[in-house]
């Protein structure tokens, strides 16, 4: 008489292992559909910001995401596109980083050719007329020499020689005047109240900003990789930032 019951709790206790498994396979399910989906939609948000850039023309664009992470492959017709689409990716909400393998197109210039494109693209601006920066070419790596007022127009000399058709890489050498001759408190003071006010920035949190001989170093969190990208600009804007060491994390929603 004992035997059938001893089988009544074996099956029940099969069945309940069952469900169980059942159960717990379905909830380890769950996230896994959910963040493939918030990947294909950054993904189409991706391809159709970089579809209507002006500035940006890729051949056989591909991106792919994996857990907000986005790589672009494809090729592009200067070092300057290459970099502005790892800007426009990176201002994706949902994007936590960017992986860029775009390719620039080979280019048969010569050396003397691309020196006097850089340079003539650098007399454009009149910060540059008054401050010049020397401009030496090997092969399709450009160098960049001499002193600007800003940390900021050294960056922007760099964008400028990488817009050059042919540049594959910038050297960046040029040095910022007036190095140490601003106080550190007094440039830390400027960093915050730009970044710190809603006017101007303010989407930093858990904002801390350090200076150390004139060099900035940002920390605290961002919603997006481009609110990290401007934060640094604005830093470099300060008169007597030599330069930015960009501790700021991206955590951001889909």
């Known amino acids: 008489m004992k035997e059938p019951v001893v089988r009544d709790k074996r099956r ?15 909830v380890g399910a769950g ?56 800007r426009v990716a990176g201002g994706i909400v949902g994007v936590k980083s960017v992986t860029n393998d ?11 050719a691309i020196a006097q494109d850089v340079r003539h693209r650098l007399e454009t601006r009149t910060r540059f007329k008054r401050t010049p920066v020397q401009v030496t070419v090997s092969g399709t790596e450009v160098t960049l020499s001499g002193q600007v007022e800003r940390g900021l127009d050294r960056v922007d000399a760099q964008e400028i020689a990488a817009d050059a058709p042919g540049v594959t890489r910038v050297i960046n050498n040029v ?37 150390e001989g004139g060099a900035v170093t940002l920390r605290g969190t961002v919603t997006r990789e481009a609110d990290r990208a401007e934060a640094e600009r604005l830093a470099l804007s300060v008169p007597g930032v030599t330069g930015v060491v960009n501790q700021l994390e991206v955590a951001g929603g889909s």
């Open 12 to 26: 029940i206790a099969c069945r309940t292992f069952v469900l169980l498994a059942l159960t717990l396979s379905m």
């Open 175 to 211: 040095q910022v005047k007036g190095e140490g001759s601003i106080p550190d408190e007094s440039i830390r003071s400027r960093v915050l109240s730009i970044l710190a006010n809603p006017l101007t920035f303010g989407v930093i949190r858990h904002l801390e900003v350090t200076v």
């Open 102 to 112: 775009l390719v620039v197109k080979t280019n048969d210039r010569s050396e003397i």
């Open 31 to 86: 996230p896994s559909r959910t963040d493939g989906a918030a990947d294909e939609r950054i993904r189409q948000r991706v391809q159709m910001k970089l579809a209507g850039q002006v500035a940006v023309h890729i051949e056989s664009l591909d991106v792919r995401v994996q857990d907000g992470s986005v790589r672009l492959a494809g090729t592009v017709g200067s070092l300057g596109e290459k970099l502005r689409a790892e």
